[in-house]
């Protein structure tokens, strides 16, 4: 398709000048085939880097007159498909390298790897492709539907996914019942519909896909049966089993001593530091110094010096006490379980 012609290396990039060889081009609207050249232009474009320099390409193209009198196009340019679409600044096989990319990552962390590797492109490029890029609709026998935020809150969209494919079909703006229950009607065939437990969404299967069943998708049967697992237990007043004694007759444990035997605590005793800092304190100051002097002296505020001064024995700070809670009493026997 092209006859090689001249190259040009520059600092960041390789140039390549290109002509394409068609003797003849078929009209985009009519289909007729023509030989009379109008004029010629030229396209710069991107394409996949070689050796981590980027080439850009420069196409010779020409425009076409149309010998259809019957057409209502007199001039078309050259059409290159498969290659470059119509007023694009990239080839096609560099803009399915970027989406792949932007896919496996985000837009900047794309535009970053693909500046190392040749690519010359940047976030708002990478998101530009990706708007721009179409999915073809299939049909599916199998359909997952569920909602998705687009703006916590605000905005929300629904999100409809292949799960015979494992591939997104499309998207719908809101979360109603009529977008959803439209696209079913222009798609049908849809043979089981996997959805939420939102009655707006029941509600568009009945009336866009009668004939399909509507069942819960994993996550949210298992959160079904969570939520009825603790309205079984909040229902329940569960009892503790008492320990037999040799006799087999049942003794109960006395709630005041589990309380008791929970609450037990080492009785405090004063830190290493502390203890220190008490007896130099008190030695200090029985040899005649002030609080200031002793103060500026060992570090410390006037206010610990005269603390220290007035206790009778070195400081102590007890355990923290947890928060008491209705578990407490029951601590021991979970412990020994």
Not at 96 to 120: D, F, K, P, Q, T
Request: glycine share 6%.
């Amino acid at each position: 398709m092209w006859r090689p012609g001249l190259i040009e290396l520059f600092q960041d990039r390789i140039i390549l000048h290109l002509a394409p060889l068609r003797e003849s081009v078929h009209c985009p609207s009519c289909g007729f085939s023509t030989t009379r050249i109008h004029s010629r232009y030229r396209r710069k474009s991107w394409d996949l880097p070689w050796s981590c320099w980027p080439v850009q390409l420069v196409v010779h193209a020409r425009k076409f007159f149309c010998d259809n009198v019957q057409c209502l196009r007199r001039i078309f340019t050259e059409p290159f498909p498969g290659v470059l679409a119509p007023y694009a600044r990239q080839t096609q096989r560099l803009s399915s390298g970027l989406l792949e990319l932007v896919h496996a990552s985000n837009a900047e962390s794309a535009a970053r790897v693909g500046g190392l590797l040749g690519y010359v492109t940047s976030p708002d490029t990478l998101i530009r492709l990706q708007r721009q890029e179409q999915f073809p609709v299939l049909a599916t026998q199998i359909l997952g539907v569920d909602e998705f935020a687009r703006r916590r809150g605000c905005t929300y969209g629904t999100i409809l996914i292949d799960l015979e494919a494992h591939q997104p079909v499309d998207v719908l703006e809101g979360k109603q019942a009529e977008p959803l229950a439209q696209w079913l009607g222009d798609h049908p065939g849809v043979g089981v519909l996997a959805r939420d437990r939102s009655g707006a969404y029941a509600m568009a299967g009945r009336i866009g896909a009668p004939a399909a069943l509507q069942v819960a998708d994993r996550f949210h049967l298992v959160h079904n049966v969570g939520d009825a697992l603790k309205e079984l237990l909040r229902s329940r007043r569960w009892e503790i089993p008492v320990p037999q004694t040799d006799a087999n007759v049942a003794q109960p444990v006395p709630q005041a001593v589990l309380i008791e035997a929970t609450l037990q605590v080492a009785e405090p005793r004063p830190t290493p530091r502390k203890l220190a800092l008490w007896e130099e304190v008190q030695k200090r100051k029985g040899s005649g110094q002030s609080n200031r002097a002793i103060a500026r002296e060992l570090g410390v505020h006037r206010k610990t010096i005269r603390k220290y001064l007035t206790a009778a024995q070195p400081p102590t700070c007890g355990p923290r006490l947890g928060r008491r809670t209705k578990l407490a009493p029951y601590l021991p026997y979970l412990r020994q379980r």
